[in-house]
């Protein structure tokens, strides 16, 4: 009988032991398979087919995330405002998206976002306001009352045709002077004279110059918004404070690769590859600055300006929304 209770112990522990090692084989939490220790290391993020979020797609190219021990799956949007209801359910970890977008969700609570990267700001003819060659506009302030067509209201864009015309004391009543017309329509609208003048980010700017001998009425890289920040990456409060070494990691990569966007041969060869934009249009197109730090201070331009033209409710100290480089 004692032999027998013996024996039952020795492969009641035996058993207990190799369902441990399977447990631990199979299954454990993120961090203890990364061998950084990270939180989350497949992840999925946000992005637009646009330059500005090249750095990412480099990130990839060139193994950065690799590297921190992370798997990026892309998804494209269409923009930063599809982004925030799915960062909310989790369906993204982490996106692209308008610096204006990310405070305006802020401010009205549908998202507590976090900034954790800056991905654009503001260069010498990026945006910009076009008319046709044989249009009688010749200043800024010449458009009081004029069509103007953009591609959404109340969004970055609005925002910077506000800032940019006020000094010429231009007010724009966005429901009655913004036509709305996605930026791939606005040539014909210009040429057929159904608008006054359009709104446009690149390559539209150079495209839409070349071909149909547009001017460039003013842009955006003077007065109040020179150098101000665009677009960042940013994940919603809950997700920052739950994988902070994965954030920090993901940072690590993009400031790497930010720095490798600054190169435009390197973004001729990334940029065809998840854009409709040849080699040849990215040689010639105005592009912006990537920056390779995040600041709050000068994120928080982004929020003065929306509160001087009536976008905010609230007061917003950036300092809260920003995540420093890890």
């Known amino acids: ?175 009655k002077d913004f036509q709305l017309i996605p930026f791939p329509n606005q040539e014909a609208a210009l040429k057929e004279k159904k608008v006054d003048a359009v709104v446009v980010p690149e390559p539209f700017v150079t495209q839409i110059q070349q071909n149909i001998g547009a001017r460039l009425l003013t842009d955006f890289s003077t007065g109040v918004t020179k150098d101000i920040p665009i677009t960042g990456y940013a994940a919603s409060e809950d997700f920052v404070k739950e994988n902070p070494k994965t954030v920090a990691a993901f940072q690590r990569a993009i400031v790497k690769a930010q720095a490798d966007a600054a190169d435009r041969a390197v973004l001729q060869e990334v940029v065809p590859k998840y854009t409709k934009l040849p080699p040849a249009v990215i040689s010639v197109v105005a592009l912006n600055d990537f920056p390779t730090s995040t600041s709050a201070s000068r994120i928080q331009r982004v929020a003065d300006v929306m509160k001087q033209f009536g976008y905010l409710k609230h007061d917003i100290d950036v300092n809260s929304i920003v995540v420093q480089n890890g």
């Open 1 to 175: 009988m004692k032999f027998a209770r013996l024996r039952r112990a020795s492969l009641g522990g035996a058993l207990a032991i190799a369902l441990a090692l399977a447990s631990a084989a199979c299954g454990g939490s993120d961090s203890e398979k990364s061998p950084n220790g990270l939180e989350k290391t497949n992840l999925n993020v946000g992005v637009m087919p646009i330059i500005e979020g090249a750095a990412v797609q480099i990130a990839i190219t060139k193994g950065y995330f690799k590297a921190e021990g992370l798997t990026v799956n892309l998804k494209q949007i269409a923009g930063g405002a599809a982004a925030i209801p799915q960062l909310k359910s989790g369906q993204l970890d982490i996106s692209q998206g308008g610096h204006v977008g990310w405070l305006l969700a802020a401010d009205s609570g549908t998202l507590k976002p976090k900034i954790i990267a800056e991905a654009s700001s503001m260069t010498k003819n990026l945006n910009a306001i076009l008319v046709a060659k044989d249009s009688t506009i010749s200043s800024p302030k010449d458009l009081v009352g004029k069509k103007i067509a953009t591609n959404a209201k109340h969004d970055q864009i609005a925002l910077l045709v506000r800032s940019a015309l006020a000094p010429y004391g231009v007010q724009i009543d966005e429901d």
